[in-house]
């Protein structure tokens, strides 16, 4: 399996989901086929990965991925939930949620 990937992809995701999307990448390298990773990014609180060349077993793995960090905090990693600072979405553990409330 080859993934296409500019190395600096992960400096587009947020680093609380940097583990997830390097394992994802490293998931889809065990599978046959091609596939290239366009962008990785944080789209309403939830991440976003936009791929070409994706078979179902791949999209199955990214969409898996992307639906964990529904629940992981963006910023550490951590358990965290949708909260909502200055009308713009946040996956925020405890912690970074009174941080992001401190700066609105």
């Not at 587009?12 to 990014?41: F, H, Q, R």
């Not at 070409?52 to 969409?63: F, H, R, S, V, Y």
């Not at 910023?75 to 949708?82: I, K, L, S, T, Y």
Request: aromatic share 4%.
């Amino acid at each position: 399996m080859t993934v296409i990937a500019d190395p600096r992809i992960t400096g587009y995701c947020p680093t609380g989901w940097t583990p997830l999307v390097t394992a994802l990448i490293k998931d889809l390298a065990m599978l046959e086929g091609v596939v290239e990773i366009n962008s990785v990014k944080n789209n309403n609180g939830v991440l976003a990965i936009n791929t070409t060349g994706a078979t179902d077993e791949m999209q199955l793995l990214i969409n898996q991925c992307c639906m964990q960090t529904e629940e992981i905090c963006q910023f550490c990693g951590m358990p965290g939930e949708v909260k909502v600072v200055t009308e713009k979405n946040y996956i925020v553990c405890q912690r970074h949620e009174t941080q992001l409330l401190s700066r609105a």
